[in-house]
């Protein structure tokens, strides 16, 4: 009987809730395609990885910090006579040394251009071995035989129009080298992206290794024993110099790196499904607020007739489980539509996905169905308890719900708590000396400061509305003047209507507060520190000497700067501990006209004679001062014991790491294993046209594609865009959930106009025209629309200052508020109620009158 009930009414009312139905679709498409995106990307490296895995690789061994080893100009080897070695282990069948680095970017001399990614996926250069875990096999040419000839991918060859015989250029830190394609490889699995080369092995390690090694042996058992036999007894005869590891976990290895890079697309996208899920919860509330409004009197009845409230409640909410399941269901097909999507857009920065290989799993249904339905019932529950509420009498004699002056001063004090509450862990998050403190503070007060106005909302309705409609019945009369009553009628209805589109101008606002900060504070930044005219960056590859030799015969360059950075280098303590700091080793020009850091204490000039400056912070969290002594840690046994001799201001380019002179790190680390140059700076002489030497040094550099040529205005801009890039994405999805927020809008006033329909009647029965009607409905849309703009606008501004000001000592030293970015938001805010109202107002101006009037 609840069933029949249920399944009756809500096919009675299915076009009220078709809107509430899209919501909960795309909240649960969102999810459903994220969650497939990425299993299809692991799917296909896992399969890659399997299929390139030997039973057991021995590896160089691990160094103190795995981001050191990646820095190095000669990257880490094995020895050859390992190979022997591995291949006399017990059940080794064949052992293979392999080459392969991804410190080399390839160029192609006759347009001058990059040839294979240059975003997302790697270039890798190796030598050719017929080993079984190689993921090529030869479909054109040969083999390489010889110093100049090389074999290239065919994905590669074909996006960069390549064929056999052509040249191909390979630069990397040991120097620039010439080949001849002789041969094109077919991967023997999806290719994710990545460009592959092959030279012959004695070739690739003097070019990719600079010495007769290897980059690790692999072994392929002959069956008799398993990885992890293999592995103990590779370990008793090898012992534990090298890192050994079975084809399992060179895969866990593998995917985890994967899953690193494609964790931050996938989370920030979960969490934009789930502020529209929220959005969409608002719509569900008030679709079914107004559907138990509009049904009050069939309540009653049901009531009446001895139904009791545990029924009434399980009816809307069975009905809520219906639009729930409904909803899941069509969001999850949609996915499939978003994950193709997300795959195609992927595969233009340079990871090549097939939408064929399409992923789901048992997740992506448990995942959908728990976000729809849930979400849904709990929306629901309000209403439904609302619903069980109302007596049978109060319902027979009236359409409407009173409002409880009790659940009002109960919300009241709530949402002031919650405000308060969230305010001050605001202010707390703002005056915090440690970001990480700070940023604790600020994700609480975020989320109490949005709780607080969404129970807030319909007590501030009446006021604000009463405001923000003040000079409607002015400018527009009648209908102005009914607009305005009618936004203010139901303060519950137009603050939770409000609340969806809230939320997602507030992110908007705080978003753009972020990235204009970030933009002032790195030009401020960039003004007042850097002295150097020009910089140079190489990109994915490293810069060949030749380039420096190149840059300095430039007419107009007085001079150039490089800097070679370790990261996380770890430093000992006087009372003994370690700590991880960035490093970076400068040359004696690095700190004076070229660039001019903020110095707390000590001078930056004693660096020159073998002292580390260190950042303010740095030296706050472990209690250091200028000419405490510290060892540094430089990673594969090297150390050196230096004094601290200059303290590095907070909040500047150069506050939060380490520095150490060239020379200094000279007499501890060798050549080999010093990080190759990946950008450097070069300085006008006096006198010199910058912008005309800008033009000459971009000229001299023309036959170095990969290279990035700025003057300080071009850096400028390229840290904007980069920022920008990020703010895009944001806006992006924040998309959606504006998205949702409309819908909101026009269901509430589509819902509104059908609860309205004999008012309606009767108003135009007195005079009022079908223009006046419409017009009533638009600038009621309009007036809920800057409400929840108004509201959004004042959380946005506080959630941005606060993220200002908690990373203010982390480059975000300067506060800049959009005011074109809030001005445009409100505008749309009015653009967005009037596009809402469009068809809510057209299907009330065609009411026919007497119908209308006498609708029961």
Request: hydrophobic content about 50%.
């Amino acid at each position: 009987m609840l069933l029949r009930t249920s399944l009756r009414s809500f096919l009675a009312h299915k076009g009220r809730m078709a809107l509430s139905l899209v919501a909960v679709v795309l909240s649960v498409a969102f999810v459903s395609g994220t969650l497939v995106f990425s299993g299809t990307a692991t799917g296909t490296f896992d399969k890659l990885f399997s299929a390139t895995a030997s039973e057991l690789s021995v590896q160089p061994p691990k160094p103190a910090d795995d981001e050191m080893q990646q820095a190095a100009v000669k990257p880490p080897t094995v020895p050859v006579e390992l190979e022997q070695r591995v291949a006399a282990l017990p059940g080794v069948k064949r052992a293979v040394g392999q080459v392969m680095v991804e410190n080399a970017v390839l160029i192609n001399p006759a347009t001058n251009k990059l040839v294979g990614p240059t975003t997302g996926a790697p270039t890798l250069l190796g030598n050719w071995t017929d080993a079984p875990s190689n993921p090529v096999k030869l479909t054109s040419g040969r083999t390489p035989r010889g110093p100049t000839e090389l074999v290239l991918d065919a994905d590669t060859v074909k996006k960069a129009k390549l064929a056999l015989g052509d040249t191909l250029r390979v630069e990397n830190p040991l120097g620039r080298h010439d080949f001849t394609i002789v041969g094109i490889a077919t991967f023997t699995t999806t290719n994710p992206g990545a460009a592959l080369g092959f030279l012959d092995t004695p070739t690739a390690q003097l070019t990719l290794l600079g010495e007769q090694a290897f980059s690790t042996v692999d072994a392929y058992g002959d069956g008799s024993r398993g990885g992890d036999r293999l592995k103990a007894d590779a370990l008793a005869e090898l012992g534990g110099g090298y890192q050994l590891k079975t084809a399992a976990e060179q895969k866990a290895d593998r995917s985890e790196q994967i899953g690193k890079g494609l964790g931050f697309l996938k989370y920030a996208m979960l969490g934009f499904a789930f502020v529209s899920a929220i959005v969409g919860a608002f719509l569900i509330v008030n679709t079914f607020s107004m559907l138990v409004a509009q049904r009050t009197r069939e309540i009653g009845l049901l009531r009446a007739i001895g139904g009791s409230r545990r029924q009434v409640n399980r009816s809307v909410l069975v009905e809520a489980l219906i639009l729930g399941v409904l909803g899941s269901t069509l969001g999850i097909a949609a996915g499939l539509g978003v994950a193709v999507g997300l795959i195609r857009l992927m595969t233009a920065i340079g990871m090549d996905l097939k939408a064929a290989d399409l992923r789901i799993g048992p997740d992506v249904f448990v995942a959908g169905y728990a976000l729809g339905i849930v979400v849904t019932l709990v929306a629901a529950w309000f209403p439904a308890r609302r619903a069980s509420r109302i007596s049978p009498m109060a319902a027979l004699r009236d359409h409407g719900t009173p409002a409880e002056a009790r659940a009002d001063r109960v919300r009241t004090v709530l949402g002031l708590l919650l405000t308060a509450g969230g305010g001050a862990l605001l202010a707390l998050g703002a005056g915090a000396e440690k970001a990480a403190t700070g940023g604790r503070y600020l994700g609480l007060g975020v989320v109490l400061t949005l709780i607080g106005f969404v129970v807030l909302g319909p007590l501030l309705a009446s006021a604000v509305v009463r405001v923000l409609g003040a000079l409607l019945p002015a400018l527009f009369g009648p209908s102005g003047k009914l607009a305005q009553r009618n936004a203010m009628r139901n303060p519950r209805r137009t603050g939770a209507t409000a609340a969806a589109l809230m939320i997602g101008l507030a992110l908007v606002i705080a978003s753009a507060v972020f990235s204009s900060s970030a933009v002032t504070s790195t030009s401020a930044q960039i003004d007042k520190s850097v002295g150097a005219d020009y910089i140079v960056s190489g990109g994915r590859g490293a810069i060949a000497p030749e380039v420096m030799t190149a840059v300095e015969k430039t007419p107009g360059i007085d001079h150039i700067t490089v800097q070679r950075a370790f990261f996380a280098a770890r430093i000992q303590l006087p009372d003994g501990q370690r700590a991880k700091t960035e490093l970076t080793a400068v040359p004696p020009s690095f700190f004076g006209t070229d660039f001019r850091p903020t110095v707390d204490a000590g001078a930056v000039d004693s660096l020159q004679r073998g002292s580390l400056g260190i950042g303010a912070a740095f030296a706050k969290d472990h209690g250091l001062k200028v000419g405490d002594r510290v060892t540094v840690e430089y990673g594969q046994g090297r150390t050196q014991a230096l004094p601290v001799g200059a303290v590095l201001g907070k909040g500047g380019l150069f506050g939060p790491g380490a520095f150490v002179a060239m020379d200094t790190m000279a007499q501890a680390v060798p050549a080999t294993e010093q990080p190759p140059v990946w950008t450097f700076f070069a300085k006008a002489a006096q006198g010199a046209d910058v912008g005309r030497t800008l033009t000459a040094l971009e000229d001299g550099l023309k036959e170095y594609p990969q290279l990035t040529v700025k003057d300080r205005a071009g850096y400028k801009e390229l840290a904007q865009s980069q920022i920008n890039t990020l703010l895009y994405l944001i806006y992006g999805l924040v998309a959606l959930s504006i998205t949702v927020a409309v819908l909101g809008v026009v269901n509430t006033l589509a819902l509104s106009v059908v609860e309205r329909t004999r008012e309606i009647g009767l108003l135009r029965a007195i005079g009022l025209s079908r223009r006046q009607l419409r017009r009533m409905i638009r600038l009621e849309s309009v007036v809920i629309a800057v409400f929840g703009a108004v509201l959004g606008t004042g959380l946005g501004l506080a959630w941005g200052v606060t993220v200002q000001r908690v990373l203010r000592d982390q480059g975000l030293g300067t506060l800049s508020v959009p005011t074109v970015t809030v001005a445009v938001t409100l505008v749309a805010s009015v653009l967005i109620g009037l596009l809402a109202a469009l068809v809510p107002a057209f299907r009330a101006g065609r009411m026919n009158v007497l119908a209308a009037i006498a609708t029961d």
